[in-house]
């Protein structure tokens, strides 16, 4: 696959240049989109938002099954050409979606939702079905009408976060929790609603909490310098893909301070918070690349097709973070549909 990377930088000289210097690079695995010779081609445009290993997940997941789906069906999926990273740059997502229409691409899998509603205008003229991943609540984002009847050219699947049970797990391993820190993006439209349901349980509990927000690295990492000075004994952070980035930057901070951090997906265990909570992206990408099948093979209609949401109850610890703060996480197998262990690295294998 030949993951074409926008990544420019519009400030002195170089904004003259913008949009010149982007250079293709391959998936870690070095593959192209699977061919069977003589089959019918679906060319699928792949955009996901930022660079971090939530994303690059999903990413792969579609991919993977594209080509189980293509090789079942005898067609090929050409997402080979047509893989983008918008590098988290308005500018740059938009000219990857002027491209896409320019290519004529027969379907676009926007993930995570700026980049979902980038998508959404630039194919509003021409109707090509899009798919999107990993949109938290895509009917507040403006994306479909309802999740049982998106309306329109588009449709996908969500990573909406069961906000009070990630919480009941911070409690359960910390019932005495006086104070609790909110990290999170305020641009970021996945982590508004978790945040104000977050906010609303602390309050019902009489659990006083401090917010710092940030939309760079540098932000982030101030922010979580400041809730540990604040004397905060736990973090929450929803799928927010602006801590994401910064997440490898951060967690060690959390991990001297024997702060556990509480997020709303196992990527970010992955990368050194001590809880992941909420779906199995492998699992919501397969479920993405799926819908996109049938429409394109089956002859579906984005605009029936429900929005698909999946099951919300998997807790995953990072072993080198529990064992560095002292937690015990034993209570959480009998409060989730699973509980899984994972260690400190930058992408899943």
């Known amino acids: 696959m030949k993951k074409r990377i926008l990544a420019c930088v519009l400030t002195g000289l170089a904004a003259a240049a913008a949009l010149t210097g982007c250079q293709g690079a391959s998936d870690n695995k070095g593959n192209t989109s699977a061919s069977n010779e003589g089959s019918k081609v679906y060319k699928v445009g ?53 491209d896409l229409e320019a290519e004529d691409v027969d379907a676009v899998v926007p993930v995570a939702t ?87 349980y602390l309050d019902e509990k009489g659990i006083k909490y401090i917010e710092k927000t940030g939309n760079t690295t540098d932000e982030i990492s101030l922010g979580a310098d400041a ?59 397969k479920a993405t690349a799926d819908m996109v099948v049938d429409i394109l093979v089956n002859g579906k209609n984005p605009s029936e097709m429900p929005v698909q949401t999946l099951d919300n109850g998997i807790a995953t610890i990072n072993t080198d973070t529990a064992e560095a703060i002292g937690l015990d996480y034993s209570k959480f197998k009998d409060m989730c549909e699973a509980v899984k262990e994972t260690v400190t690295a930058e992408e899943f294998e």
Do not use: H, R, W
């Open 114 to 200: 700026p980049v979902a509603m980038v998508i959404q205008a630039s194919t509003a003229e021409s109707q090509t079905p899009v798919v999107f991943s990993a949109v938290s609540d895509p009917v507040s984002a403006g994306l479909v009408e309802s999740m049982e009847k998106p309306g329109s050219n588009i449709t996908g699947t969500s990573d909406a976060l069961d906000t009070e049970a990630i919480l009941n797990l911070m409690l359960a391993a910390d019932p005495d929790i006086k104070t609790v820190g909110l990290l999170y993006d305020k641009g970021q439209d996945s982590s508004l609603v978790p945040i104000k349901e977050a906010k609303e």
């Open 46 to 98: 792949i955009v996901q938002y930022v660079d971090d290993a939530s994303l690059n997940q999903i990413v792969a997941s579609v991919q993977d099954e594209l080509d189980a789906k293509g090789k079942e069906l005898g067609v090929t999926f050409d997402y080979g050409d047509y893989t983008y990273n918008g590098q988290a740059d308005a500018t740059v997502m938009n000219q990857i979606a002027s």
């Open 227 to 285: 809730l540990i000075a604040a004397g905060c004994e736990a973090v929450f952070t929803p799928t927010d893909n602006t801590v994401m980035t910064a997440q490898l930057a951060i967690f060690e901070k959390f991990q001297e301070a024997k702060v556990p951090q509480y997020c709303g997906a196992d990527s970010f265990a992955l990368n050194g918070a001590f809880c992941g909570y909420g779906v199995n992206y492998e699992e919501l990408g």
